[in-house]
């Protein structure tokens, strides 16, 4: 009777929980809002304003200047896409200046070329920039994104009590399963919550949002690495295929990152298992930049198979270490530099320090810099790293 009652118990969780098979890999796309932000003045700011064309010269780009072919697939529109009214059914409405052939229109565009379209919404009674939330049109708002074919939600937390997210998010997530339209859930559940129940948000979400914002500075992707090692004993354990922590956008090709900078950035996002999610201008992005965002090998590492969430596994000389096991056996690890000090700091890790046990590895520079190297049992690894920059080797185990 009990074996009944625990079964019985167990099909009611996977029923409600969310199983829609998405995001097997961190999901990768592009967000408008770190760079776009909620500009809305199309008369003044035409290339830059939250509009369709934003929205199809993006994925025009992405289809067929790589982006897509390295695995950026979703293109996702943040706040500021709403009238500030809905409709006489209820019904939400893009903002008909800006989005003049409607979301589904823009839906079957970004389909057309190959790509997913997701889009943002609150789960209170206004979004975080003050548009219509969907508290109290729930059921309406889910069946209006799933006739619309949308693939992805960003559902945030203003404008509502955090203690409602408990119940709130799984029942939104329970609706978007009944549409039966695969529509990757993403959540800021977390975020806004002093203790997050992480077991259950990691049952009913895809990933979600742990913690602040980011903002276009170095000051800002290192208080965000900072936040991510302090709770890293915590947080890995939730991550694996399906369901993910986001640390937040990638902000690499803007105004405030360094290259050396947006190369730590991307190194250690793919150590955290992070959703890859630009948010650039890609029309204008420099190429070195674009490099960094499509450098494959540091994209496998974002996307290894086994989705296991890497540490940080050292902190010394203002200097970091990370490392993230792979699916063939490899250890990614990353040695950041935090220092800001001038001439490249020689750092020398034990095989202790980089938490990989005493083999001889091929250690390939992820970023291409350096020729393939040999690490063996009895010396230590040297490397150097420039003023707040990284070096990112993939260390494989190789059999004598
Ligand atoms: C919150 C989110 C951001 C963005 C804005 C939009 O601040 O954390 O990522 O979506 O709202 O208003």
């Excluded at 010269?57 to 896409?81: F, H, Q």
């Excluded at 049952?203 to 913690?211: H, I």
């Amino acid at each position: 009777m009990k074996i009944l009652w625990f079964m019985f118990l167990e099909l009611l969780s996977s029923a409600l929980s969310l199983d829609n098979g998405l995001a097997l890999t961190p999901p990768m796309g592009w967000l408008t809002w770190q760079r776009f932000r909620c500009i809305t003045d199309c008369k003044k700011y035409p290339e830059e304003c939250i509009s369709e064309s934003l929205i199809k010269r993006t994925t025009d780009i992405m289809a067929k200047e790589g982006y897509l072919a390295a695995g950026y697939n979703y293109v996702v529109i943040d706040d500021c896409w709403l009238e500030k009214k809905r409709d006489a059914n209820n019904r939400m409405v893009a903002d008909r200046q800006r989005f003049p052939s409607g979301i589904k229109a823009l839906a079957d565009y970004v389909h057309g070329k190959g790509l997913k379209l997701g889009i943002y919404q609150d789960y209170g009674t206004k979004t975080c920039a003050g548009y219509p939330g969907v508290l109290g049109y729930e059921e309406i708002d889910v069946k209006t994104f799933a006739e619309w074919d949308v693939d992805y939600i960003k559902l945030d937390g203003c404008n509502v009590d955090p203690s409602k997210y408990d119940t709130g998010y799984p029942a939104f997530g329970k609706l978007l399963n009944e549409t039966g339209r695969p529509i990757v859930y993403s959540c800021s559940w977390p975020a806004y919550q002093d203790n997050p129940n992480y077991s259950s948000i990691a049952k009913y979400c895809n990933l979600w949002r742990n913690y602040e914002d980011i903002d276009d500075s170095w000051a800002s992707v290192k208080n965000i690495m900072q936040w991510f090692a302090e709770n890293q004993d915590e947080l890995v354990r939730y991550a694996g295929p399906g369901h993910w922590n986001d640390p937040d956008m990638l902000v690499i090709g803007n105004f405030g990152l360094s290259l050396d900078q947006a190369r730590v950035q991307m190194a250690v996002w793919s150590i955290l298992a992070a959703p890859l999610l630009m948010s650039v201008d890609l029309a204008t992005i420099r190429p070195e930049f674009k490099e960094v965002l499509l450098n494959e090998d540091v994209i496998a590492v974002n996307q290894d198979p086994l989705g296991k969430q890497g540490m940080r596994v050292w902190t010394g000389s203002d200097c970091e270490i990370w490392n993230r096991e792979l699916a063939d056996g490899s250890y990614a690890i990353a040695f950041v530099s935090l220092r800001e000090d001038g001439a490249p700091f020689t750092l020398e890790a034990s095989f202790d320090d980089m938490k990989i046990s005493k083999k001889i590895y091929k250690v390939k520079d992820l970023y291409n810099d350096e020729k393939t190297t040999f690490c063996d049992i009895q010396g230590k690894f040297e490397t150097r790293i420039n003023p707040t920059g990284v070096r990112f080797y993939k260390f494989t185990p190789i059999c004598i």
